[in-house]
């Protein structure tokens, strides 16, 4: 009989969405948390990474730079773009990651967690499965990120900005840095849904609860770990790639050749510090961005659920 009044209360079209569908509109969600709450902190670190050496003494010298020149909303540059694409991306995040945790546990006895190289896999599945929306869209953002604030623009907002990089170079103008963007996302939410999803099993058995009963604000505690896990191993990787979604799409003009020429060159130039620029704003957003994003994918969940 509860189940029945439980079922009662539910929406319809809630009791007609299948598990993925699911998945992907709590990603979504947590895709425009993450984008909201990130912003500001991501266009520091762009700036950072993308400007001459010794252009901004820190990251609250970058901030004021770009209050002071730009305004507040400056901070927002290019959010367009994330936020209908990040939403995307997320979700598309949460259905492959949800997706190959049942694979796994298809090749396992009933209520056996999975390994931490089984977290990992799926994880990195997830990324790579992403990396077809999050290339062009992180693309396009970064060229919004780092125009000259200047009249007339170089890009008058994101479908401008498509239609000149696939002029200038086809749809690979569009998908350049995709390289990059595989390996930083494969190996980064390799290691993000790992920390993430192991916290929150130790969480549950240590506990004896389950999953929905655990606290909005531990999501939050083990989505900010997760963040972190990820910038640690992906932070150089991050820098080559905003590198080469600002170089120039003329290969004339343009100043690397590739993921390793630009990595050769950011060493010779810039030494260790070269692939760190960035990595202050980066470490204060982690926790919010992606406290956000777990918080906002459970508690969708939860509704849905």
Known sequence: MSELLEAQQVPAGVQKMSRTQKDLLAGTVGGIAQVLVGQPFDMVKVRMQTAAPGAFS???????????????????????????????CVSIQFAALESAKRYFRSNKAPGQELSLPELCAAGAFAGVAN????????????????QPDVTPRLYNGPLDCVRKLYAANGIAGVFKGQVSTIWRDGMGYGAYFACYEALVQRHCKKNNMARSDISPMWAVAYGAAGGYALWAVIYPVDVIKSKL?????????????????????????????????????????????????????????????
Not at 75 to 82: D, H, I, Q, V
Not at 131 to 146: A, D, F, K
Not at 290 to 304: D, H, K, S, V
């Open 58 to 88: 820190s990251a609250l010298d970058c901030a004021g730079r770009i209050l002071k020149n730009e305004g507040p909303l400056a901070f927002y540059k290019g959010t367009l773009t994330p936020l209908l694409g990040i939403g995307a």
């Open 131 to 146: 990396t077809i929306v999050s290339g062009p869209v992180e693309h396009i953002r970064i060229r919004l990120q780092t």
């Open 245 to 305: 979604q600002t170089d120039s799409l003329d290969k004339s003009k343009a100043a690397y050749r590739g993921m390793l020429d630009c990595a050769r060159k950011t060493w010779k130039g810039q030494g260790l510090s070269g692939f760190t620029n960035g990595l202050t704003p980066t470490l204060i957003r982690s926790p919010f961005a992606n406290g956000a994003t777990f918080l906002f994918f459970e508690l969708t969940m939860r509704l849905l659920n």
